[in-house]
C-alpha cells in the first residue's frame, strides 16, 4: 500500500525557485528521486538519492538542483533555483526498495511551469 504524493509545483518566472516535496508512505527506500517529462520527450531522471545518502543529478541540473532526505517523514526533497524555461515538465517522484517487500513507485506527478 505504497503511496507517493507530490507536491510544491506551480508557474514561477525564470529565476526563481521552487522545492518539491514527496511524501511517502511505509517504510525507508533504496532509492527516491525526482524524474521530470516534457511534452513530445521523454522521462528522464532529474536526481536520486539513496537510503546511504548517495547522490546524482541530470547534467542541465547541476549546480542549480538540490536532492534530500528527510527519513524521520520519509519525505524526499527537490530544492530547484535558478529555473529556467528548460526546466518545465511534470515531476515525479520515484521510490525503490528491495528485500522481501521490493517494488518499484511512482507518484501521480506535479507541474513545473517556469515563464520567460
Known sequence: QVQLVESGGGLVQTGESLRLSCAASGSIFSFMGWYRQAP?????LVAGITSGGSTNYADSVKGRFTISRDYAKNTVYLQMNSLKAEDTAVYYCNARRVGVFSGDYWGQGTQVTVSS
Open 40 to 44: 513530445g520527450k521523454q522521462r528522464e
